[in-house]
């Protein structure tokens, strides 16, 4: 039961549709030339989409056609091995960590093909640390660019400063500077997380790595023997910021390799990685062993099917909230998400596929060249040879979409209260002209996030009447006080996209296909899946709960970094008055006031 009632369903869907899009004054683009309608609809896109690409193929052209090309000179470093450390100390006594992170142009090769990339080590350093612990890291900023690092989960309760949010909750890193990045991880908090540069698209060019929380209270702690993290990510072999210029441009990237020019379609891809690496991975593992493998998806744009040849997987974590295990082929996996799955290394000795099936479906443009099935090796009791294990032989049921909530059940059971407020918002891509020419952007109602350069960002907002302090970029919702906030969020776009609510862990209390006011049945409060990033279906709408008691300007945003980019993001500010109580430390502010004298980015 919930305090939100949605109204009458007098009159068709139709005339609900077109009433809330003209209250939200949205005039959605068609991205893939279908008209607005159910989600039914995705399903014609999909085959279209394969249809596209299958014409390519035919034509021989495409994105990075005869490119490819293998380099032993690699100059970023690279760890072999993803197995956790079975000796690391599981405890529940806190203590402090210290990193050190140099971020810098090097030249890297993970598919093959030569590019500058931006890192430290590709993939980014292992954080591994204990609920409670102290995390200390030295963030050294020597690209050209200013650049933020976020960590991906986290609560940062009280340290809302701390969550290098670009523009939001920090001035960028100057080039050449430091930040130091010091925060408690939450007692409460355990699993699988990560981290990533959050300026511009910059960690789409290989700023980011694993956070592990370890915990004795974790209710899956000690049901497996050993630990193996597994890191999808989805890798161009350009930079980013030009393909952004490209996207962000009135032609968009240039489609008509693909059937058409498409304004709006996100640059596809040019191969998938398995922690880092193209068909190169390997799991060895030893055989009779429970393995919790760390399935953590660190991509830009793509959705990833995740199975092990001849091994039932089974899935026993969705960010961070540990579940009622159930068994599984594939693990659908949406940008920023992760899940921990058990596999039992107990079928014949040898070698195993373990695929990573890059969900092109769900694109916009297809990428004749992409390979979209991504294999590792995984080996016990025997010598690592080529696989020749058999793909499992049922399909996953939905194209892009995340596991049916109803298979997400948390272990500890936790009824969200009622809802003491709610509020309604659109999602749509927009054709405009606000910047000059004509551009294709992202909008929540009407509204496209871009950063706002700012002195002392999070002062500014400490004060009641915050909304009138930004421009039309932000759309900002305030919680003076402690209340239990539903937002249900609408999509008018054909495409489904994986969003993300910094500081907190929300509730999943309803989804559906068209939008919420065409009718829902029932809100679910009955232990509902509780996470951080989730994926909202296209031309459908989710309904999350979360509690407004976390200080702090959070950013909900799309996941795609090319969403993000075109300003798929709105923003909460949470509990103005606590948030004047901060003791933020100079060097933000200091930073903020460097901003005009290095190059930074949006
Ligand atoms: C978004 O627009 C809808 C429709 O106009 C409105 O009801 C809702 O309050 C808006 N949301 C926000 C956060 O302003
Ligand atoms: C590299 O791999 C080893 C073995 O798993 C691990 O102990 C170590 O933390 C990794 N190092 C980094 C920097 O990720
Ligand atoms: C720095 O930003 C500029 C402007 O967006 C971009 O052209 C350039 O490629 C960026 N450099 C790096 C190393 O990201
Ligand atoms: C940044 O940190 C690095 C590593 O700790 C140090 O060598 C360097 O001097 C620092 N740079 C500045 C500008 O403080
Ligand atoms: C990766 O493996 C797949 C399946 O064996 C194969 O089709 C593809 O060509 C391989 N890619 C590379 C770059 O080796
Ligand atoms: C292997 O382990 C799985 C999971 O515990 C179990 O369901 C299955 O029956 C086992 N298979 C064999 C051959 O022992
Ligand atoms: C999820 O599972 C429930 C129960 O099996 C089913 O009724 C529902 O249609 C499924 N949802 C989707 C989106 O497949
Ligand atoms: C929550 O809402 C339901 C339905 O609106 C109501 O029956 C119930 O009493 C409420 N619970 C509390 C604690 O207010
Ligand atoms: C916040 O709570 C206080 C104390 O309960 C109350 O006086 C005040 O009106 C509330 N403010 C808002 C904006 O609801
Ligand atoms: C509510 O969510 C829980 C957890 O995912 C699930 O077990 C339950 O079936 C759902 N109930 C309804 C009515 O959808
Ligand atoms: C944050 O801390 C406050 C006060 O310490 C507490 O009341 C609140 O529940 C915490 N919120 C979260 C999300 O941990
Ligand atoms: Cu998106």
């Known amino acids: 039961m919930s305090t939100l009632v949605p109204p009458s369903k007098e009159g068709s869907s139709n005339d609900h549709e077109d009433l809330a899009l003209k209250e939200a004054r949205i005039t959605p683009i068609r991205r893939s030339g279908f008209p607005i309608g159910r989600r039914k ?6 085959i279209a989409g394969a249809v596209a690409i299958v014409l390519a193929l035919a034509l021989g052209l495409g994105l990075g056609l005869g490119l490819k090309k293998t380099s032993n000179s690699s100059y970023v470093t690279t760890n072999s091995s993803f197995l956790l450390d079975p000796n690391f100390v599981v405890t529940s006594t806190p203590t402090t960590r210290y990193y050190e992170f140099v971020i810098s142009e090097a030249v890297g090769s993970p598919d093959g093909f030569q590019r500058t990339m931006l890192v430290d080590q590709f993939p980014g350093p292992l954080i591994e640390v204990n609920s409670g612990d102290e995390l200390v890291v030295n963030v050294f900023n020597q690209l050209p660019n200013g650049t933020t690092i976020h960590w991906h989960g986290q609560l940062q309760n009280g340290t809302n400063y701390m969550d290098g949010t670009n523009g939001i909750t920090q001035c960028p890193i100057p080039p050449g500077m430091n930040f130091t990045y010091h925060f408690t991880i939450n007692p409460n908090q355990y699993g699988t997380f990560w981290y990533h540069a959050h300026a511009s698209t910059q960690y789409t060019d290989g700023i980011y790595g694993p956070l592990i929380i370890h915990s004795p209270s974790e209710p899956i702690y000690g049901q497996y023997d050993r630990e193996a993290l597994v890191i999808l990510s989805d890798w161009y072999d350009v930079m980013s910021s030009g393909l952004l210029t490209q996207y962000l441009s009135t032609a968009g990237i240039d489609g008509s390799n693909y059937g058409g020019v498409n304004p709006g379609a996100e640059p596809p891809p040019d191969s998938g990685l398995i922690n880092g690496k193209m068909n190169g991975s390997s799991f060895d593992l030893q055989p009779n062993l429970r393995y919790r493998l760390r399935l ?12 092990v040849d001849s091994h039932v997987l089974s899935v026993v974590e969705a960010d961070g909230t540990s579940l009622v295990p159930v068994d599984v ?27 990573a099936e890059m969900q092109a479906t769900c694109y916009k443009l297809g990428n004749p060249n992409l390979n979209t099935m991504v294999l590792a090796t995984m080996t016990y009791g025997a010598s690592p040879t080529t696989p020749n294990s058999q793909d499992w032989s049922d399909a996953f049921p939905s194209l892009c979409l995340d596991l049916n909530n109803t298979m997400i059940v948390p272990q500890i059971p936790m009824n969200p209260p009622n809802s003491t407020d709610s509020v309604q918002v659109f999602m749509s891509f927009q054709q405009t002209t606000q910047s000059g020419g004509t551009q294709t952007l992202a909008f929540m109602n009407s509204t496209s996030w871009k950063r706002i350069a700012q002195i002392l960002p999070l002062l500014q907002m400490s004060k009641l009447g915050i909304q009138t302090t930004f421009d039309s970029s932000q759309l900002v919702v305030v919680h003076d006080n402690i209340t239990v906030f539903d937002l249900i969020l609408n999509n008018y776009d054909d495409a489904s996209h994986p969003f993300h609510l910094h500081g907190h862990v929300f509730w999943i209390i309803g989804e559906g296909d068209g939008d919420y006011l065409s009718g829902v049945s029932q809100l679910n409060t009955t232990n509902p899946p509780r996470r951080d990033t989730l994926t909202l279906p296209g031309y459908g709408w989710v309904a999350i709960r979360f509690i407004t008691d976390n200080p702090g300007l959070w950013a909900f945003h799309c996941h795609i970094g090319w969403h993000m980019a075109a300003g798929l993001l709105m923003q909460f500010a949470s509990l103005p008055s606590q948030i004047q109580q901060f003791q933020i430390p100079s060097y933000l502010s200091d930073q903020c006031a460097q901003q005009s004298g290095g190059l930074v980015v949006n």
């Open 41 to 46: 609809l995705f399903v014609i896109t999909g």
């Open 329 to 355: 082929h594939r693990v659908p996996i949406h940008v920023a998400q992760r899940y921990s799955v058990i596999l039992t290394t107990n079928q014949t000795a040898g070698s195993y596929n373990v695929r």
């Open 296 to 307: 953590i998806n660190m991509g830009t744009l793509t959705e990833f099917m995740f199975s």
